[in-house]
DNA sequence: CAACGACGGTACGGTTGCGTCCCGACGTGT
DNA sequence: ACACGTCGGGACGCAACCGTACCGTCGTTG
């Protein structure tokens, strides 16, 4: 039974939406600075100029906080992502991934989030929701209009196909954290249009695909 | 000056191997649990049954002790990695990549440590002599022998081949933790041989390579 | 066989962070 | 204008860890 709440929270007694940016904000850049391991509330309080209990108001844990604010934070916009060709798509992909990986919050904060996924389940389960599948599924869109268009052979496995597309880039970017020199992402684009399977970049008619 | 010393350390004053083993494996085991953030040296000589004073005499900190033990452990076997083909010594290095992410202390401790390496720059120095030179390294001599035997274009940037080369596997196996199925590491090779710029797997007489 | 001397282990003060409790401040609704 | 009730802030007890100092132990050397 719920009791007749005597008043709605209002006046000062309601949350005050600039303190939980604040509190975003500096969690985001304490974990690009310490990463996830020594991520302290303290700290994050600190850098927020708030107290903890404003931080406990909102979440629970220090657990809740971050799969909270991660998973909105990868919420973010997911590009169209259809220009006609195998070759366009993958341009405009890794674009995006480029311009995101840049950010040096989430060029720190995503490979620790992902190491630290391989021993903690409510990170890797949060980060396959926001992460991974979300790749897969642009990963399947791409493939399977490659696919429909005959630009890819029929028996495409989408699997591999992503590690493909996904791989070499974020290892550059995230893991050897090496610049992106002039046309590498045009080159990259041919090198994985390549190794997807699809024909040459000079237009040769394919025939039909497998049939059946 | 150095005064004649009395006697050389011997019998019990000299430091004990089997302790020494012992605390480098719980270094290791402690890495893969708590990653480095959260790693404490109390912790380490717990599990190995050792104090802490027997890790203070070896090494100075934290960082000592992780980074010459992680350089020593990564100084392990290069392969000679020379089947007299393109696809052969793609095989045979991912064979040799899969098998070392399979070690479920390397596919923990090479993630933490990497995303570490971004804000720590010892670490970051350390990763690289050991990591990521010897792929430039074992990467340079496969694209160089496949160049000269007319695989690849003479163009080839290394740089851009050992992402491709290196990107999908350790995508698949260290970030996205995605089982090795059947045929994959098969397949990786025609994907990345295809995407280096080799010719199809149908043997197809290549024209010289560019000259001079 | 006795003395040497560094060993490993325990104990200690200092620091940091966690999670909670209490308090004065504040803006809205009656 | 007043009462309401949650807000943010500071303080507290508890726990973990750091790095060091001290102390008894042990195997080798002479």
Redesign the interface.
Same mark, same amino acid.
């Given at each position: 039974m719920t009791p007749d709440k005597r008043r709605a929270p209002a006046g000062a007694a309601v949350l005050r939406d600039e303190i939980t940016t604040a509190i975003r904000r500096a969690l985001m850049q304490e974990l !690009?600075?310490?990463?996830?391991?020594?991520l302290s509330i303290e700290a994050v309080a600190r850098r927020a100029g708030v107290s903890k209990t404003a931080i406990y108001r909102r979440w629970s844990s220090k657990l809740d906080l971050v799969l909270e604010i991660v998973a909105a934070a990868a919420h973010g916009k997911l590009p169209a992502l259809d220009t006609g060709t195998l070759r366009g798509d993958l341009a405009l992909l890794f674009q995006a991934v480029a311009l995101a990986l840049r950010h040096p919050l989430a060029?720190?904060i995503i490979? =620790?989030l992902?190491? @630290?996924a !391989?021993?903690n389940p409510s990170i890797d389960a949060t980060l396959r929701q926001v992460l991974?599948a979300r790749q897969q599924e642009i990963g399947g869109r791409l493939v399977t209009r490659a696919v429909q268009r005959g630009e890819l052979p029929a028996d495409t @496995?989408l =699997?591999?196909a992503v =590690?493909?597309i996904?791989?070499?880039?974020?290892?550059?970017l995230a893991?050897?954290?090496?610049p992106l020199?002039d046309g590498?992402l045009e080159?990259?684009v041919e090198?994985?249009a390549?190794?997807?399977?699809a024909d040459s970049v000079l237009p040769r008619p394919r025939e039909a695909p497998v049939s059946g």
């Open positions: !690009a600075a310490v990463g996830y391991g020594r060029s720190q490979p =620790d992902l190491a @630290e !391989a021993r991974h @496995e =699997d591999a =590690d493909l996904v791989g070499p880039l974020y290892w550059r893991i050897a954290r090496l020199t590498y080159h990259l090198s994985v390549a190794g997807l399977g």
